[in-house]
C-alpha cells in the first residue's frame, strides 16, 4: 500500500496527464516571425508596357544575384491573363520572360488576385509589381480590398509609356432618331497629342461613303458629318482617320450600329436552281434576302442574328453541319428568329431529320406515326461482295460503308414489311433470309458477317431475288441493286419484262468510277425503279436510306392532293390549287395545323420554339409538285401571311437602352418601361455564348450589368424583358472592340494615382532584397500535439509507476 506522499507523486502525475488531456481540446497556439522571405515580381506584358520588357527583366535578374539563403521568389507576367514565369525557387539563375500571354489588354485585378494565391503559408511575403497601371479590363479596387487583409508588403515599379505622335479615332456617336432614306448628322470624336492635318472616312456595311479633310487640335476634337446614303439603308457605320505624322495607325477605327424598325432580312439555304421560286416570291414581298447552299453556309450565331427568318430549301440534314444546325437552334430558341422548312425529296425523313436537333424544333415528327394504314413491302438488298468492294477511297472500305448503310436504311421497315439480304459474287448467298420483320439485331448480327471474295455476277441473284419476291405476299416489292463494277451485259430482257409482270421493282446503286452507270439505270428504267450513282464510297448510307424510304412509298406521295382548310389562316379561306406530291410526317402534340392532305398529314404546320417559330411546308416549291401553286396569282399573298407569320417581331424603343465601353469595360443600363420583372441578358462572340444571366436591378426599372470585351472584335447583346404581365420584349444590340485598349492614347493618370497609392514605389537603384519589411507576417502553431504527447507520457509514466511502485519509491 502507497504512503501518503508517494500517493500524492502518483495524484499529481495523473491530474497532469489528465490536464494536459483537456488542454488538447482547445486552440493554444504559439505565435513567432516567419524566417523564411518569398518574394513575387508581377510584371506587367501588355502592349502598353512592351518597350520596357527588356529593361525590367534585366533590373530582376540584377535583384536575384543579392538575394540572401532564405530567400524564396516567383516571376509572374500578365497581360489579360496572368501566368507563372519561373515558379517558387531559392535557385539563383538567369531569367527570360517567354510565357505566351495576351497582350492585348491589362487586368491587374486577375494578376493581383492570381499572385496573392501563389504565396506560401508561414513565410514573410513581398509582391514586387512591374506595371503602367493603366488597367482596361477588370477592377483594381476589388483586388485591392483583398490586398489590404493580407499581410503583404506591397513594392511598384512605374512603367511609363514612351510619348508618339498619335491620332485616335476615339468614338463616333450616331443620332438619336435615324430614319430610312433620310440624311444623317454623325459626329467622329477625335483625340490627338499633335497639332496636324488629315482625312476622315466613313464607310456604310464596308462601302465608303464619305471623306472629308479635317485639321485637328492637339487635345479632343469633335466633326459633324453628314451622310446619305440614297436608298441604300446600312446597319453598320464604320470611321477612320487618316493623319499626317501618325505614329500609331492602330487606334484609327470606331463602328457604331443602327437599329431602324422593321427592317426584316430572310437567310434563303439550298441549291440555286431548287430555291429560285423561294427566292422569287420573297423579293416580292420588298424583303432584303441573301442566298447561299447549304455547303456554303459557314455561319456563327452572330452572323444569322442579322436574319429575322431562315428558310431551307429541300436541305439534306448531313449537308447543314452541327456547327450551323446549333447556330439556328440558338437564334430561333433565344432570339426569336424564325424557321421555315420547305419540303422536297431531301427534307424531313428522306433528309435524315429523325433524332436531329432540327427535328426538335420543327412542327412535325420526321417519321409517320405507327397506327397510320400502310401498304406493306417487301425488300430485298443485293449487295456486291467482289474482290473489289475491299477497296476505299480515302473513307472507309467500300463493303464496309455498303454493310452499315444495309443496317441503317432498314431501321424504316414496320413490322408487316419483309426483309432479305443477299450478298454475290461468282456466286449469291442468303445472308438475311427473307422474312417478316426480321429484327435490327438479326440483320447487324448477319449482315456484318458479309465478306468481299471473287468476281461479279448479277444475273443469278437478281432472278433469286424476283422468284423469292413472286411469292410474296405483300403488296410493294422492291429489289435495291448495289454495286461497284461490270456484270453480264445479256440475258436481263425476259427477267426483266417478267418482273414487270408481277410489279417488282428495281434500284441501282453505282459505286465509284468503275460501275458501269448507263447499264445499270437500263436496268432500273425497265423496271420503274430509280437508279442512284456514287462517286464516292461514303454517299452510300445516304443514297441507300433515301432510296428505301422513296420505295417504300410510305413518305414520297407522288399523287393529285387537293389541300384541305384546317385552321382561321384567311390566306387560305378560298378555293386553292392542287399539289402533286408532298412528304409525310407526323404533327407534333402542341402544333398548329393549317394545312393538310386528304389522309390527314401536314402540309402546312407552325409551332413555338422558345421565343420564336417554326413552320414546314411538305410539299416542295421548285415546280415539280407544286407547279400550280407557283403559277397561282393568290400565292404572293399566301407567301407573304407565312414569311410574316414566321418572322422575328422585334422591339424597337419601348426601353431606354444606354452602353457605355471604356477599355474593355462594357457597362449596360436600361430603363425598362413600367412592370418589368427582370431582364436577361446574352452576350455572344461569335458562336460563344460568353454570359447568359439576369442583370441586376439597381432600382425600380433600372437595371445594369457590366461586362468585359476580351477580344476585338463585334459582340452581339441579347436582351429579354420580361414583364408582370407575362408581356416579353427582346432587343438585338452590337457593340464592337475596333483595337485593343492597349492602343488608347488617354492616359488615365487618375487610375494610376488610384493604384500606386497602396504601393511603395521603388526605381532602379532599390535593392529589393535588401528592402525592409514594414508588415511582418507571424506564424501561428497550435499547441494540441504537444499537450497531446505531454498527456501519453504521463499516462505511461502513470501505468509504470503503479506497477514498480515499492522499487522505485523504496
Known sequence: MLDIKSRNRWILLRIAAIACLIFSLFYIPITRESSDTCTIFLVDRSLSALEHENAVQAYVNKQIETKGKKDTYTIISFGKDAMIEVPSTREKKEVIFNTKI???????????????????????KRLVLFTDAEENIGNYREAAFRLAKEDINL????????????????????????????????????????????????YGDGEKIVSKAIDFAEGSNSYEIKLDTGNNFVKKITGEIIAVGDENPQNNRATAYIYL???????????????????????????????????????????????????????????????????????????????????????????????TLLEKMLPVDSLIKADKEKASMGLIVVVDASGSMEDGDGHEKKLELAKHSIVNST??????????????????EWIVPYEKSPGHFKIEANVSKISARGGTLILPAIKEAMETLKNSDTKINHIVLMTDGEGEKEGYDGLLREMEEEGITLSTIAIGVDADKRFLEELSNATGGRSYFAENAAEIPKLLTEENYVASRKYVNEREILPQYSGN?????????????YVSTTLKEGSH???????????????????????????????????????????TVVWREMVNTNIRQQSFNEDEIEMDLEGGNLHLRIKAKEGAENVRLEHIYGSAIKFDRRMRQTSKGIFEENLYLEAVGEYLLNIHINSEDGESRNYRRKVALD?????????????????FKDFTLIDNSTEVFKHPLSIKTRSYRDLKDIFLTLAIIFFISDLWLRKNWRRFWA
Not at 621 to 630: F, R, V, Y
Not at 740 to 749: C, F, K, V, Y
Request: aromatic share 10%; net charge negative.
Open 155 to 202: 513594392l511598384a515599379y512605374s512603367l511609363k509609356r514612351k510619348e508618339k505622335t498619335d491620332v485616335q479615332f476615339t468614338k463616333l456617336q450616331l443620332p438619336a432618331s435615324i430614319y430610312e432614306n433620310g440624311d444623317m448628322f454623325i459626329v467622329a470624336e477625335i483625340e490627338a497629342n499633335y497639332r496636324g492635318e488629315g482625312i476622315i472616312n466613313i
Open 102 to 124: 495576351d497582350s492585348n489588354f491589362t487586368n491587374l485585378e486577375n494578376a493581383l488576385n492570381f499572385a496573392v494565391t501563389c504565396f506560401p503559408d508561414n513565410t514573410q
Open 739 to 755: 483595337y485593343s485598349p492597349e492602343h488608347d492614347m488617354r492616359l488615365q493618370e487618375d487610375k494610376r494615382l488610384e493604384v
Open 261 to 355: 424598325e422593321d427592317r426584316p432580312k430572310v437567310l434563303i439555304i439550298g441549291e440555286k436552281n431548287q430555291a429560285k421560286n423561294v427566292v422569287s416570291l420573297t423579293r416580292s414581298l420588298g424583303i432584303d434576302i441573301d442566298t447561299i447552299t447549304a455547303r456554303e453556309a459557314n455561319y456563327t450565331i452572330e452572323d444569322l442574328s442579322e436574319y429575322g427568318q431562315i428558310i431551307l430549301v429541300n436541305v439534306a440534314h448531313d449537308a447543314i453541319g452541327k456547327s450551323l444546325e446549333d447556330a439556328i437552334e440558338y437564334c430561333v430558341r433565344q432570339l426569336g428568329s424564325g424557321l421555315l422548312v420547305i419540303g422536297g425529296e431531301n427534307s424531313f425523313a428522306l433528309g435524315g431529320y429523325k433524332g
Open 569 to 581: 389562316n384567311n390566306s387560305f379561306s378560298g378555293s386553292m390549287p392542287n399539289l402533286y406530291g
Open 411 to 428: 431501321k424504316i421497315l414496320d413490322e408487316e414489311d419483309y426483309l432479305g439480304v443477299m450478298a454475290f459474287s461468282d456466286t449469291f
Open 593 to 635: 395545323l393549317i394545312l393538310a392532305t386528304d389522309l390527314g398529314e401536314p402540309l402546312l404546320a407552325e409551332r413555338n420554339y422558345g421565343l420564336g417559330r417554326t413552320m414546314v411546308w411538305t410539299s416542295d416549291l421548285e415546280g415539280k409538285w407544286s407547279d400550280q401553286w407557283i403559277d397561282w396569282e393568290e400565292m
